[in-house]
C-alpha cells in the first residue's frame, strides 16, 4: 500500500487470523492425541457435539484433555507475553518472567503450602501468588533503595532475591520426607498433568493483562528510546513501568501455581517473533499470547506421547527444545 | 505572548545547587541559545522546560499556559525534545522512529492513520532522510542519525523545540545543515527554537538571542554581539577568548587563544 509505512492494523489482523489459525491447530492435536489414542475426526466430532456425548472417549477429551490443552495455551500465552514485557522493560535480551523472582517467591509460597498440607486449590495457589508479590514488592523495595539508574537496580534485586528463595527452596526440599519431595520436584520442572475442570477458572485472570498489555504496546516502544526520550513524547514513564511490572508479575504468578516453573517459554517465543516481525510491540503481544499458547500446547503434547510409560514433565521438554533454540537465536542475529 | 516564560527557577541535586533564582523569557519564533561552561545548568534548565525535571521551587510558563496544568501527553504535543544521546541498539527502522514522533497525537491504542504517515512523510523529507526510510537507526552516520531524530520531532508538530548540543561530534558540513534545517523550520513554521550549544561561533552565526549562563545563575541575555565580549567570556570560562567580527559582517567570531600564542596577547 504505501513505500515506506505498513499500517499496523492491517499486519495485525493477518497477524492474528494466522497464529489464531495456528493455535486452533495445535489445540486440535492437543485434544485428538493421547494415550488413549489418536484419532482426529472423532474428537472434531465429539468437541462439536455430534459424538457420542457418554462414551469414555468423550469423557476422556471433556474432562482430562481439554481443561489440559486450555492450561497449557493459558500457560504458554502468559510466559512468552511475560518474557516479552520484561525484555523490553529491563533493556535486557536474557530477561524472562522469572528474572525478578517471581518464580522463586512463588516456589516458595507453594512448596510451603504443600507441606502444610493444604489442598490445591485454593490454598496452594493463594500461598504461591502470595510468595510471588511479596518477593516483588521486596525487589521494588530494594530498587527504590539502590542508586543505580532504574532497570539495573532491579535486575539486581531481582537475581538476588532468586537466589535467596532457591536456597529456601533447597532447605525446604531436605526438609520433606520422600513422598512430598517427589511432587515437589516435578512442579519445579514444570508439570500440566495435574490440571481438572474446576481449577481452570483461576486462569482467566490472565485474560485482563493481556489486554492490559496490549494497551501499553506503543508506549513500550517509545520506552526502547530511554525513559526521558520516552518521557519527552507524552509517556507517564513511572506509570507505565509500575503497571507493566505489576501485571505482568501477577499473571505469571497466576499460571506458575497451576504449572509449575516451565522454562525457556519467556526467553524463545519473544526472540522468534522479534526475528519474524521486527520489534513492534503491538505486533509482539498478540503475536506471544497466540504463539506461546501455540507452542507450549505442542510442547506438552510431546511430553505426553514421548514416554512409553506415564509422563514426564513439560519443563523439561520446553527447556531441551528451547536452550539449543535460543542459542541458535543469538547466533543468528550476531551475523 | 511568551513561548516560554520562567522565574526563580531553583533546582538542586542533594546539596548541590544547579539552578539560582533563574529567570528567563523566550519569545514565540526565537531562536534561542543556551551557552556557559560546562557545568554551568544549561541541560537542566532545558530538561525543566521539557517537564522531564521537576523544578525545586519556581514558575514557569509554557505558552502562556504554567507548566503544571499541562498532562504528560497534552505537553509533548506542543514540546518535542531532541536529547544529546540516542540509543545505540534502536531495532527500529527510519521510517518507524519518525513515526513514533506521531505518539502524543495518536489515540488509545496507538495506531497510526494516513494522516499520520503523510506528516511523517513531510517530515522526512524536510530533513532529507527518505532515501534512509528502510534501515535501521544503528545502520546510519552520527549526521543521518540526527537528522532523523530532528524528523521525529518535527513530526511530534510542536510549537517549541528544545535541543540539547544537537551538533556534537558533527563535522561542519552536517553542523551547518543541522543548524540551517532547525532555521528554516523556525522560519517557515514560527517555531520557538531552543537550543544548548557549546559552539559559540555557530550560536553567534543562527541565534536571535543568547543566554550566557554560569554556576546556575544568568551573566547575561541579549543579542550575540551584546552578549559575546572579551571581558564577559573571560570571566565566565576562565580563559582567554579573542572576540572580533566575522568575515560575514556584523557577527562576532571568538577564537580561543592556545596556549603558545599567549604571549601576543601581554
Not at chain 2, 532522510?129 to 543521518?144: I, N, Y
Not at chain 2, 548540543?165 to 532555521?183: K, N, V
Request: hydrophobic share 50%; aromatic share 6%.
Amino acid at each position: 500500500m504505501d513505500a515506506e509505512f505498513s499500517p499496523v492494523l492491517k499486519r495485525l489482523l493477518l497477524l492474528s487470523v494466522l497464529l489464531g489459525g495456528l493455535l486452533v491447530l495445535s489445540g486440535l492435536f492437543g485434544v485428538s492425541m493421547g494415550s488413549s489414542g489418536r484419532r482426529l475426526l472423532e474428537a472434531l466430532a465429539i468437541l462439536t457435539g455430534r459424538g457420542d456425548t457418554e462414551s469414555v472417549a468423550a469423557t476422556i477429551i471433556w474432562q482430562i484433555r481439554l481443561p489440559r490443552v486450555a492450561l497449557a495455551a493459558m500457560v504458554g500465552a502468559t510466559l512468552a507475553l511475560g518474557g516479552l514485557v520484561f525484555q523490553a522493560l529491563l533493556r535486557n535480551p536474557l530477561a524472562e518472567p522469572y528474572i525478578l523472582g517471581i518464580s522463586g517467591g512463588s516456589a516458595v509460597g507453594a512448596i510451603a503450602g504443600m507441606l502444610l498440607g493444604f489442598s490445591y486449590f485454593p490454598g496452594i495457589a493463594l500461598s504461591a501468588f502470595c510468595g510471588s508479590m511479596i518477593v516483588l514488592a521486596v525487589v521494588l523495595f530494594l530498587a527504590s533503595g539502590i542508586s543505580s539508574p532504574g532497570r539495573d537496580s532491579l535486575l539486581l534485586g531481582g537475581v538476588m532475591m532468586n537466589a535467596f528463595c532457591g536456597a529456601l527452596i533447597m532447605f525446604l526440599i531436605s526438609m520433606t520426607q520422600s513422598a512430598q519431595a517427589h511432587q515437589i520436584l516435578f512442579w519445579l520442572m514444570g508439570d500440566l498433568s495435574t490440571v481438572s475442570v474446576n481449577r481452570l477458572p483461576v486462569l482467566l485472570l490472565a485474560a485482563p493483562c493481556f489486554l492490559v498489555i496490549f494497551l501499553l504496546a506503543h508506549p513500550m516502544n517509545l520506552l526502547l528510546m530511554g525513559r526521558e526520550s520516552a518521557a519527552a513524547m507524552g509517556i507517564r514513564v513511572k506509570t507505565v513501568s509500575l503497571a507493566l511490572l505489576v501485571t505482568t508479575s501477577f499473571m505469571v504468578s497466576v499460571v506458575v501455581c497451576q504449572s509449575g516453573l516451565v522454562g525457556f517459554v519467556g526467553l524463545v517465543i519473544p526472540h522468534v517473533f522479534r526475528l519474524l516481525l521486527g520489534p513492534d510491540h503491538r505486533l509482539l503481544v498478540p503475536a506471544c499470547v497466540l504463539g506461546g499458547g501455540a507452542y507450549l500446547i505442542l510442547c506438552d503434547l510431546m511430553a505426553r506421547i514421548l514416554p512409553s510409560q506415564g509422563e514426564m514433565p513439560v519443563g523439561i521438554i520446553t527447556a531441551m527444545v528451547g536452550a539449543p533454540l535460543f542459542v541458535f537465536l543469538l547466533w543468528r542475529a550476531r551475523r | 505572548m511568551k513561548a516560554v516564560a520562567a522565574s526563580g527557577i531553583r533546582l538542586c541535586y542533594g546539596e548541590k545547587p544547579i539552578l539560582q533564582e533563574l529567570s528567563i523569557t523566550v519569545d514565540e519564533g526565537d531562536f534561542f541559545v543556551l551557552i556557559g561552561p560546562n557545568g554551568a545548568g544549561k541541560t537542566s534548565l532545558l530538561n525543566i522546560m521539557a517537564g522531564l525535571v521537576k523544578a525545586g521551587s519556581g514558575e514557569i510558563e509554557i505558552l502562556g499556559k504554567p507548566l503544571h496544568a499541562y498532562s504528560r501527553k497534552a505537553l509533548s504535543s506542543v514540546v518535542a525534545v531532541v536529547p544529546q544521546q540516542v540509543p545505540v541498539h534502536f531495532p527500529f527502522t527510519v521510517a518507524d522512529t519518525v513515526l513514533m514522533g506521531r505518539a502524543p497525537h495518536l489515540g488509545l491504542l496507538g495506531i497510526e492513520q494516513e494522516r499520520d504517515f503523510e506528516i511523517a512523510r513531510e517530515a522526512m523529507a524536510f530533513t532529507d532522510v527518505k532515501h534512509l526510510a528502510h534501515r535501521r537507526l544503528d545502520q546510519l552516520s552520527g549526521g543521518e542519525r540526527q537528522r532523523v531524530i530532528i524528523a521525529k520531532a518535527i513530526c511530534q508538530q510542536p510549537r517549541i523545540i528544545l535541543l540539547d548540543e544537537p551538533t556534537a561530534s558533527l563535522d561542519p558540513a552536517h553542523q551547518t545543515r543541522i543548524m540551517d534545517l532547525m532555521e528554516r523550520f523556525r522560519r517557515e513554521q514560527r517555531i520557538t527554537v531552543v537550543m544548548v550549544s557549546h559552539d559559540l561561533n555557530l550560536a553567534a552565526l543562527y541565534a536571535d538571542r543568547l543566554l550566557l549562563m554560569k554556576e546556575g545563575s544568568v551573566v547575561q541575555v541579549g543579542l550575540p554581539r551584546d552578549v559575546l565580549t572579551d571581558q564577559r567570556l573571560k570571566e565566565c570560562y576562565g580563559c582567554d577568548l579573542m572576540v572580533d567580527e566575522n568575515p560575514l559582517g556584523g557577527i562576532p567570531r571568538v577564537t580561543p587563544v592556545p596556549e603558545k600564542f599567549r604571549f601576543l596577547k601581554t
